[in-house]
């Protein structure tokens, strides 16, 4: 099952630089395999992360966490926004 992520780009993730996360796993990733999306709900803590079909959020805080969800999950990204 192919997923994408969705990085939260609310105000309070925006703090923990998610847009910067963002444009740091498109080029990993290419555009197509991120999406930035309104406030999850789930304020604080850290960048809020979700790969689509799975119902947890992760909190990342650090951009090398994203590239640890990388490598974790390669091959995983491919749908379009
Ligand atoms: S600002 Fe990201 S979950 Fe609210």
Known sequence: M???IKICKGAGCKA???EYM???LRQTQGSDG???VPCMRQCGGGAS???EG?????????TN???YLLGSSSG???TAC
């Open 2 to 4: 192919l997923n994408k």
């Open 16 to 18: 923990w630089k998610s």
């Open 22 to 24: 963002a444009k740091q």
């Open 34 to 36: 991120v999406c930035l």
């Open 49 to 51: 992360v979700q790969f």
């Open 54 to 62: 799975r119902g947890e959020v992760l909190k990342l805080r650090d």
């Open 65 to 67: 966490e994203v590239a």
């Open 76 to 78: 995983a990204l491919a």
